[in-house]
């Protein structure tokens, strides 16, 4: 069992867990997860380390409550405990000195996009951050990401901060105006990611994304993370999570995450059920 040592709720829309999880802390770097259980009859579900604290030997996990899983997960406090915390896993992200780098975040995606963005600036880079979301209360560790980055900008759907728009629209922005950038990272919603390779594909700008398939045990074994990177397969598990947002399948991708949309909607019907009847 790995207990919670605290829990915040950053923004209405999510819920962060700070477990203890000494081996883990002292081995995680940027870009690399977990697998956790919440309980010993759960599923397994992967989840970015958004930080870890080898000192005190915990790490940090951002999660939505969206299905049941991640529901079950967001109903425990400080003091509770979780079934398995596995890592950390996959590659981490390979850090150097590019230049300028722009990391891009979208909604959820600020979380794992945190630790890859402060291992950018520590090794020297200018760190431009653009990060966005549907309103300014949903905004995640914008405090966090100002301390590191050089500039900053802000995009919401509904125009409450920032520039009214996407974050790829800050993007289209910054390219237009002839700044070179020599490295772009996005983490985010799919969808998002695609966007962004296809705008800076035409500038030649090298673009690398962090992918989140639907994905089981997490070390390559199960062969249900699969993408197709440049013409061949990889197991994002093991193969990445990093890889050239040029070179990814999207539609193929995108296609592979709705394979157990129907499955987990009852699933979540059932526990919804189940959560109205003891209560």
């Known amino acids: 069992m790995y207990r919670i040592v605290a829990t915040e709720v950053p923004t ?14 002292r081995r995680a770097k940027a870009g690399q997860f977990v697998v956790i259980r919440v309980s ?22 951002i999660v939505q409550a ?33 230049g300028t780098v722009l990391c891009i975040g979208g909604g959820f995606g600020m979380a794992a996009m945190f ?9 020297g880079n200018k760190l431009i951050a653009v990060i966005g979301a549907r309103n300014e ?36 922005d910054v390219l237009a105006e002839g ?11 799919v969808i998002m990611m695609r966007a962004v390779a296809n705008i800076t594909r035409p500038y030649g700008v090298k673009t690398m994304v962090s992918l989140n398939p639907i ?27 990093d890889f050239d947002g040029h070179e990814v399948a999207w539609d193929e991708l995108m296609a592979r995450l709705t394979i157990y949309q129907p499955e987990e909607k009852v699933a979540l019907e059932k526990y919804q059920c189940e959560a109205c009847k003891s209560a």
């Not at 209405?12 to 802390?25: E, Q, T, V, W, Y």
Request: proline letters at 5%; glycine letters at 12%.
């Open 115 to 123: 630790p890859v963005a402060q291992a950018f600036k520590e090794a």
């Open 40 to 61: 010993e009859a759960g599923e397994r579900i992967p989840l970015t380390i958004a930080d870890h604290d080898p000192e005190n030997g915990t790490i940090t996990i």
């Open 215 to 241: 994905m089981i045990d997490g070390t390559g074994m199960c062969g249900g993370c699969r993408v197709t990177v440049g013409g061949e397969q990889r197991f994002v598990c093991v193969h990445g999570p």
């Open 137 to 172: 209360s949903l905004l995640l560790w914008e405090d966090r990401m100002r301390e590191i980055a050089d500039e900053m900008l802000i995009t919401t759907d509904d125009g409450s901060k920032g520039r009214k728009g996407m974050v790829i629209d800050a993007l289209k």
């Open 179 to 189: 700044r070179k950038l020599d490295l772009v990272v996005a983490v985010g919603p």
């Open 66 to 98: 969206i299905g049941k899983t991640t529901r079950k997960l967001s109903e425990l406090n400080a003091g509770d405990s979780v079934a398995d915390v596995v890592g950390p896993l996959g590659l981490a992200t390979e850090i150097e000195k590019y």
């Open 12 to 25: 209405p829309n999510s819920k962060l867990f700070m477990i203890d999880a000494p081996r883990i802390a």
